[in-house]
């Protein structure tokens, strides 16, 4: 048996989560525990990178049971090594890639990093979207072309399905559907609440001091006991560290067209490649970033030679 039959290998804040423990519910798949084992990408997440080879044999105790195994590390997408090291090991594999506007994703993945505090635990500054941008820690999985190219050297296009998140959030029936389809499984009933198991910026709640005693306090527990407490919590999708006494109110930043003129006329070459590579439509992301980027333009005022407002 194959240590993984199918990937969905991207990208953050596409709807990955709500779609990894969706399929779940399908007797057929099975999810990794943890969802996204982080083992066969040099990326573990926004900003660990380590290139040590795949712990194969640790990937092979994250399934239990029988069926499709499903892996759900996202940050495998925009990681140089990941296709490679699939296509070497597990030729046959198949990949689910959903994706967002690029611009609206890199901007939530900015927001959720600020709500963790990832970014001060790894010492970088990301206190404004600029500087996100231009650190490729947030840039790299935006960039939907230049990753692509790299697994259409590995593998065929025949064995992806890309998935726009804004059908998966309109129309998620047809979209559980086309990857039932893509599978080669049967059709399946699933409960399809849009608040179950995803990753919102309403359940993004910075840990307080309490919190993280509580935290510390639960690593000490042997994982005999501590286990199936953690299974009966997630099963019912709740997370202890979002109750109000462990956890604080997140910042929250609204999108605008400024964000569109800093990283919009980048991403539009991006899209433009991406349709030529794959085939998947862009148009209605590209206007969008364009008419922003108009939309920011106005608000520039024009100056002359000497500093004055013409």
């Known amino acids: 048996m194959s240590e993984v039959d199918i990937f969905l290998i991207g990208v953050p804040k596409a709807g990955t989560t709500w779609l990894a423990n969706t399929l779940n519910q399908h007797k057929e798949i099975i999810l990794s525990d943890p969802k996204e084992p982080n083992i066969i ?23 239990q049971g029988e069926g499709l195994r499903l892996d759900a590390s996202i940050h495998a997408f925009a990681c140089p090594l990941a296709p490679s090291r699939i296509r070497e090991r597990l030729p046959e594999s198949k990949f689910i890639l959903c994706l967002r506007e690029p611009v609206s994703r890199s901007y939530s993945h900015w927001n959720m990093v600020l709500n963790t505090k990832e970014a001060e635990t790894n010492n970088v500054d990301w206190s404004t979207f600029e500087k996100a941008w231009n650190d490729n820690h947030l840039k790299e999985d935006s960039l ?5 190219s790299r697994w259409l050297d590995q593998f065929s296009l025949e064995r992806f399905l890309i998935i726009n998140s804004f059908d998966l959030k309109n129309d998620p029936t047809e979209v559980l559907i086309k990857i039932e389809n893509f599978l080669g499984i049967n059709n399946s009933e699933y409960d399809l609440s849009s608040t179950r198991h995803s990753n919102s910026a309403a359940g993004r709640r ?39 006494l462990l956890s604080n109110k997140g910042e929250e930043h609204h999108i605008d067209s400024e964000a569109y003129s800093i990283c919009g006329k980048e991403l539009v070459e991006e899209l433009l490649l991406f349709e030529q590579l794959t085939n998947f439509p862009t148009t209605k992301w590209i206007d969008k970033i364009n008419l922003e980027i108009k939309q920011a333009e106005k608000f520039i005022l024009p100056y002359d030679k000497s500093g004055d407002v013409s």
């Open 41 to 63: 990408a040099s990326h573990k997440g926004t900003f660990i990178r380590q290139n040590e080879s795949p712990d194969w044999e640790k990937l092979e105790t994250c399934f």
């Open 206 to 244: 910075p840990i307080s001091k309490t919190g993280k005693l509580v935290r510390i306090f639960f690593s000490i527990i042997p994982n005999i006991i501590k286990k199936p407490i953690v299974k009966l919590l997630q099963k019912r999708d709740l997370n202890i560290y979002n109750l109000p």
């Open 144 to 148: 939907y072309a230049t990753s692509m």
